[in-house]
């Protein structure tokens, strides 16, 4: 069974949604109806930058889809196909990834029409979100796994709810591993007896993994985190979640385009996940560094120096004319200076005076509030 | 400290190698000889297929480094300093990356040299598995982390000694996360109470997480892998080292060029990794599918099937070169029928006909011996 988390629906609030839907179309058919349903228009134009609240979501602009037009009508009824069988997964109480979805439909539709319904995933997969976005409804709630990455260790525990059992899990009793994010943090898992009281992010898992030897996060009673490079959904939402229990949100990468792209990505939210941005960005988070100003503080940093790549230099200036980014002067600060210079810094330059050197930087950028907002 | 597991060198062992390597460079000095060492060439031509162990490895060939050399000079002091760091690693019990070791060089001879004596780090990679070749020894146990990658599930338990802390974790009882598979499992890491008779490697991660959902390893009582792609070192060796624990070890990939290269990787090793061929390949590994003769087995498969790529032929020909592939007549028979056809099949599909239907696909070969050797 499904247990309800913080801010998410359970399983019987997923399904009623589904079958209010399918209801919604059967209705309109019987009596005569065009069947159709509304969904949110994902398109760049309905893209907008929610000041007040620092995300990236959608606006109001909706779409309608209906089953009478040459247009959509494949379309309509390639995601009602799809609405059903989530429907089957959470009766079953069964997950898969859309890929699976995707041959669930080759196999049984294939069987009652005469041509495949499915060629192509890419076919599928703008479907699964217009269903997301209908439905005001995650696909990790139609059981649908996205793919999973990132890891975490700290002072809480985490009730796990998967295949008929019941697992309490001590994230700070997972040694050199730590505990894989899931895909889904919100239906069957729960957060339990959290004492940490912050978390930090850290890009790289090379990096985590010398912090967590360290036991930084028990030092300091933080919760570690690596996104493993860029955070998969589930890293974004739990990170989310987290914020919500009033933890700060520090954030270590790379001072270079990825580095900023996967902060920003975690703070605001992303163009392609904006119709999901609400539960997925956290503009609280703070950006520790690496920084252009950390070479003026730490002088072995200058030739620990790389060139900026055309990659980094062109990110920087279109990051210039983010208003989401350009309204903070620290940024513009930060990114002009990479601009004049054409350096780069990677996190890993500060194990060079000592391993644990970066412990260090972490806790002195902390204790004297030197971040980026 | 670090403790001694199954067929592998305590932390005492490797500072030793390391020591013995210093003082024969200095009493070389001493003696005003020129320092030397050996080590084994690692080119194609030294790189040869052990039939009778079945595994990819180095031949006798070994190679000179010295110090009075002009060509060799520059990088025969590397690699004694890339030694000397690793000997500090070890003393302080803390590991990092090779990227780690590359910026504590930029840092620590920066000083006292007046050119930085690292420019990049495709400079100091060889050096290390010179490093390593030349020592029999492996970059984990010289406290150099590589790339982790990889996940388990099972009846069995892992002791885990790290930053000073020694932890039991319990692999059954790690939900829907599972352990994530270190880098190094031989130093520090134990594995005790292993109660499982087999183990199955599932190529992607999405597909273990439906196997585990369904408990299979519990009902089966195997112990379920994913190396999450290709098998990071770690992941081999830790195959490596279950299969040397008695236990027949089953992969489970998809049909084309990338599921069948993972698979080969797993099984003899790779020439890339020929230095260490004996620690991480697995020649007992049976391939268990997804295979072209399933097609005639299960009916539903022929409407999953998908065109095989320019890349999947073009490696089906590859290996039907390879002596250590085309010696099995069974390999030759299921290459030559991909070449016919021209068609692959993805283990996803066999989530079709219903989610666990992948669960009794697994079973049923493994009961039947249909598998590939």
Redesign the interface.
């Known amino acids: 069974m499904k247990r309800k988390g913080a801010s998410e629906q359970t399983a019987a609030e997923s399904k009623e949604k589904l079958e209010r839907f399918g209801k919604g179309i059967v209705k309109e058919i019987e009596g005569m109806e065009n069947p159709t349903f509304s969904t949110m228009a994902r398109g760049r134009s309905n893209v907008i930058y929610d000041e007040k609240k620092g995300i990236i979501k959608l606006g109001d602009q909706r779409e309608e889809r209906s089953f009478v037009n040459t247009a959509q009508s494949k379309r309509f009824m390639q995601t009602v196909a799809i609405a059903a069988k989530c429907h089957k997964?959470i009766n079953?109480n069964?997950?898969?990834?859309i890929?699976?979805l995707?041959?669930?439909l080759?196999?049984s539709l294939?069987e009652d029409v005469d041509e495949?319904i499915f060629n192509e995933q890419a076919e599928s997969n703008p479907l699964i979100e217009d269903l997301e976005a209908a439905l005001d409804i995650k696909r990790e709630d139609l059981n649908l796994?996205a793919?999973?990455k990132g890891?975490l260790a700290g002072n809480l525990k985490?009730m796990?709810t998967?295949?008929?059992?019941r697992?309490e899990?001590d994230a700070s009793?997972?040694?050199?591993?730590?505990?894989?994010?899931?895909?889904d943090v919100d239906n069957e898992i729960d957060f339990v007896d959290v004492k940490a009281k912050s978390v930090l992010v850290v890009e790289k898992?090379?990096l985590w993994?010398?912090l967590?030897?360290?036991?930084l996060w028990k030092k300091e009673n933080m919760i570690l985190i690596s996104p493993q490079g860029q955070a998969a959904r589930g890293t974004r939402r739990l990170i989310r979640k987290l914020a919500d229990m009033g933890l700060p949100v520090y954030v270590f990468n790379d001072g270079d385009a990825w580095g900023w792209y996967i902060y920003w990505t975690i703070k605001t939210g992303s163009i392609n996940l904006a119709y999901m941005g609400n539960s997925i960005a956290t503009p609280e988070a703070k950006f520790l560094g690496v920084t252009m100003s950390d070479l003026k503080k730490y002088d072995?940093l200058n030739?620990?120096t790389m060139k900026a790549t055309e990659v980094d230099l062109k990110r920087a200036q279109e990051m210039l004319n983010y208003q989401w980014i350009n309204r903070h002067k620290e940024w513009v600060d930060e990114l002009k200076m990479v601009l004049k210079t054409k350096l780069k810094l990677?996190q890993?330059?500060l194990?060079?005076?000592r391993?644990?050197f970066v412990d260090d930087y972490i806790k002195e950028k902390i204790r004297n509030k030197e971040w980026l907002p």
């Open positions: 997964f079953e069964l997950h898969t990834t890929r699976g995707f041959y669930q080759k196999y294939g495949n796994n793919n999973r890891v985490v796990d998967f295949g008929g059992e697992q899990i009793k997972l040694g050199r591993s730590g505990w894989a994010i899931p895909s898992d090379a993994q010398r967590n030897e360290d036991l072995f030739k620990m990677e890993d330059t194990q060079g005076p391993l644990t």
